[in-house]
């Protein structure tokens, strides 16, 4: 008999958490205002809002914690990080920022002004946000069959070559930069295969443009990669991610995922120019060039975490985590986005309320009652997340109307998905019974998902 996959790791430390009733869920939720970011953690018993900050960092990575040198100039720190980036990713330069929208936020500041155009699959919200406020515009080159929940396609989240070469035909000359999303969170977490990255890099190589990896996931992408794409399943997880990156002229990282560290971020390039650029602006917003918003003890863990994230025998229990949630929900024929992507399980609310109108936020309801059912907290991803068109000020629909449920890494066990599948099962079960979803009562002009307000109709 074949082994199945195990973890390869054994538990340390444990965090207590706490059940609570349907009844007091049901107070609870209400006195949010039916928004789950209103609750606090202790109300929660499993929560999978997201995978971003939320994993459970080694022993290594914390006896890496005690041997952090915290000079302001010049410690070790940054040069062990400096170090583990150069090997992992190939790129010389580097600047460490606090998180990835700040990452964002110090390249952005360089490279994009008014009226530029910014190609790429499926630009994540704060990418989009630090486009945007820069009066740039993102424009979506995802393959169309990412839109589709039911379509097998083993890389959703490749560019579609020829969106991407009639925008840089059309507008060559507005275009800093294309950026490609690994894995691309957005369209469900669906990776880019390396044949979409050599021939993104060819095209750019004709316009001559530079192409920047937004790479959270990058390492979850590398799996998928020699997983499923010919001729990469000999190939090293290592070997797989030099390559990806060999493609790139400059990467922005979140290392709040694939870093499996708590906070951190990072830029890195191979033009020393551009890094020159870009340490102006990281010194005036996130701190001096060696520091850069981290702590030298989480520069410390975040080399170790970049080490262990791209080691085949982490990703395969990882990967199978969320495929075994995803596969365990199919049986139950709950309709969900596929093929399974790397860091959450996406449910397709319209396809599990076909009776409730887009207009009344489905996945939202979808969340609330998957709460309700078994403490367990997801995220909408729709028409709350979707904002207004600030120009019409109606809501915008998206293709896409889904709850996420993220999986933390490292931190709940197969058993935990079970409780998850089940509280789903449980709320599929009773899902015509629910007959009407929210209005909103109040809400924020941008980003209103964190804030906005809710009543049932
Ligand atoms: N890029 C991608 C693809 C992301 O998923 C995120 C964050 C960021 C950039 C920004 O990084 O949070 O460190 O500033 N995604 C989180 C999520 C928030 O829940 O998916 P950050």
């Not at 080159?141 to 083993?154: G, K, M, N, S, V």
Request: aromatic content about 12%.
């Amino acid at each position: 008999m074949e082994l199945p996959y195990a973890e390869p790791f054994k538990i340390k430390m444990v965090e207590n958490i706490t059940r609570s009733t349907k009844e007091e869920r049901l107070r609870w939720i209400k006195e949010a205002k039916y928004n789950l970011f209103n609750l606090s953690s202790d109300k929660v018993f499993i929560d999978l809002l997201t995978d971003s900050g939320t994993g459970a960092m080694s022993d290594k990575q914390w006896s890496e914690l005690m041997l952090g040198d915290e000079s302001y100039a010049g410690a070790s720190s940054y040069y062990k990080l400096q170090h583990a980036i150069k090997d992992i990713f190939g790129f010389p330069y580097f600047l460490p920022t606090h998180q990835g929208r700040a990452a964002e936020n110090v390249l952005f500041s360089v490279l994009v002004k008014e009226g530029d155009i910014i190609p790429g699959n499926s630009h994540f919200d704060t990418t989009k946000g630090h486009i945007e406020f820069r009066k740039a515009i993102p424009i979506d080159c995802t393959i169309d069959e990412a839109f589709d929940t039911t379509l097998y396609h083993p890389f959703k989240g490749n560019i579609d070559l020829n969106k991407l070469e009639q925008v840089l035909s059309q507008h060559h000359q507005k275009i800093p930069f294309i950026i490609i999303t690994l894995t691309n969170n957005t369209a469900g977490g669906q990776p880019v295969s390396m044949e979409n990255l050599k021939e993104v890099r060819y095209l750019a190589n004709r316009y001559q443009k530079m192409i920047i990896f937004d790479s959270a996931r990058f390492a979850e992408n590398a799996f998928f990669i020699k997983t499923r794409e010919k001729g990469y399943e000999n190939r090293s997880i290592r070997e797989i991610v030099r390559q990806m990156f060999s493609y790139a002229d400059a990467m922005t990282m979140s290392s709040k995922k694939d870093g499996i560290v708590n906070i951190g971020g990072f830029i890195a390039m191979n033009d020393e120019k551009l890094f020159k650029q870009a340490t102006i602006y990281n010194i005036m917003f996130e701190g001096y060039i060696t520091y850069g918003g981290m702590a030298g003890r989480d520069m410390n863990a975040l080399a170790q975490g970049l080490q262990e994230s791209t080691t085949y025998e982490y990703l395969e229990s990882r990967i199978g985590q969320v495929h075994f949630l995803g596969n365990k929900l199919k049986e139950y024929g709950i309709p969900i986005q596929e093929p399974i992507g790397g860091h959450a399980v996406f449910v397709d609310a319209l396809k599990f309320f076909p009776h409730i109108p887009q207009s009344e936020y489905v996945a939202q309801l979808l969340a609330v009652e998957l709460y309700i059912e078994g403490g367990v907290r997801g995220v909408e991803i729709g028409t709350l997340l979707a904002d207004r068109d600030p120009k019409t000020g109606q809501d915008r629909y998206p293709k896409l109307e889904m709850v996420r449920l993220a999986i933390p890494r490292r931190v709940y066990t197969n058993n935990h998905m079970e409780y998850v599948a089940a509280a789903l099962k449980n709320v599929y079960d009773r899902r015509t019974d629910i007959r009407r979803g929210f209005k909103i009562t109040y809400e924020a002009p941008i980003l209103r998902h964190f804030t906005v307000e809710l009543e049932r109709l």
